[in-house]
């Protein structure tokens, strides 16, 4: 009677830790799946911002040479305003006074004056002001104001620094993917350990085996709950 008794302890127990492996094998299956979709969705997300990033490089670059033509444009025209300047001052002209410039029709330096971009007017307004023909602390030229400000040299350092932010968010979009399959590397020994208790004959190796799954599901589950994820819809 007591080697029966014993028998059916053992067989419990048995049972016991097939039902655990069970368990634990099926919910780490399922978390294993979950995993792998979440990682697949994340290394989506990283090829989008990838691409969000790019475009934004390539705009940034577009508008960065568009400002440098224009700045090209601003130089030439006030080279030649301020030739045409010098030149009538030289014939007496009063096209330069106290009060700043003085476009006077039908002058040369005023057909300059006149196509001057609108962005560049006020720098030229700020440098005239400082009285560049007698102050010798004056700027050598409006384009070292503060006042000279180009629209898409600005655009661009907007889609620079857009660009950069994408960039980071794709770099953190493969880090989470990383980190979820790591996740579901832990979760397949959790069913290796589980799979393996089965098939060991002694009951205390059996309980090892199991424990190991049982931990290593737990510590897995936990990460993978607090991971960043992508929702499915």
Do not use: C
């Amino acid at each position: 009677m007591a080697a029966e008794s014993e028998d059916k302890l053992v067989l419990g127990a048995s049972d016991r830790i097939e039902l655990i492996a069970t368990i634990v094998m099926a919910a780490a299956a399922i978390l294993t799946a979950w995993a792998a979709f979440q990682s697949a969705k994340w290394s989506g997300v990283q090829a989008i911002e990838f691409s969000q990033a790019n475009a934004a490089r390539i705009e940034s670059t577009r508008l960065d040479a568009r400002a440098g033509q224009l700045t090209s444009i601003d130089v030439d025209i006030f080279l030649s305003w301020l030739e045409a300047v010098s030149n009538e001052i030289g014939e007496g002209l009063p096209v330069v006074t106290s009060d700043g410039y003085q476009p006077l029709e039908g002058t040369l330096s005023t057909f300059f004056y006149d196509r001057m971009r609108d962005e560049f007017k006020p720098a030229l307004e700020t440098w005239l002001d400082s009285h560049p023909l007698t102050n010798s602390d004056a700027p050598a030229t409006p384009f070292v104001t503060g006042d000279y400000t180009l629209a898409d040299a600005q655009a661009a350092d907007v889609k620079l620094e857009e660009a950069g932010n994408h960039t980071q968010s794709a770099l953190d979009a493969n880090q989470n993917s990383d980190n979820h399959v790591l996740t579901a590397v832990a979760l397949a020994l959790a069913i290796f350990f589980g799979g393996i208790s089965s098939k060991l004959e002694a009951q205390r190796n059996r309980w090892i085996a199991i424990t190991l799954a049982g931990l290593i599901f737990i510590g897995a589950a936990a990460t993978l709950a607090n991971l960043p994820k992508v929702l499915p819809f």
